[in-house]
Nanobody, 123 residues
Framework: VQLQASGGGLAQTGGSLRLSCTAS????????MGWFRQAPGKEREFVAA????????RYTDSVKGRFTISRDNAKNTVYLQMNSLKPDDTAVYYC?????????????????WGQGTQVTVSS
């Protein structure tokens, strides 16, 4: 499975961006999916995840109320709507396919990873 992430770019504080991640195969529709991010000099961290049905989601505390994860299994695509962006959100964002129909906050439980898309938020 190959994942293609897009939608990153430059935004101002308080602005919005929408990330998309499309999988090359329908396999991802039976798996949980997640978004992680890695800022310069920091470790990769969990951002959000969604179950394969799309009915259960989880967010890291710092993005709750600002980010929304969703998916369209017919399009093999997962989205991350990011609102009220802050400079601390600046990072490379990665999408990933979980090894099961569930999801987790642990990166090692994700089987496939996208190439990452840069998000930069200016103050």
């Amino acid at each position: 499975v190959q994942l293609q992430a897009s939608g990153g770019g430059l935004a101002q504080t308080g602005g919005s961006l929408r990330l998309s991640c499309t999988a090359s195969k329908r396999t991802s529709s039976n798996n949980g999916m997640g978004w992680f991010r890695q800022a310069p000099g920091k470790e990769r961290e969990f951002v959000a995840a969604i179950s394969w049905r799309g009915d259960v989601t989880r967010y890291t505390d710092s993005v709750k109320g600002r980010f929304t994860i969703s998916r369209d299994n017919a399009k093999n695509t997962v989205y991350l709507q990011m609102n009220s962006l802050k400079p601390d959100d600046t990072a490379v964002y990665y999408c990933a396919v979980h090894r099961s129909s569930n999801f987790s906050t642990e990166a090692h439980e994700y089987r496939y990873w996208g190439q990452g898309t840069q998000v930069t938020v200016s103050s």
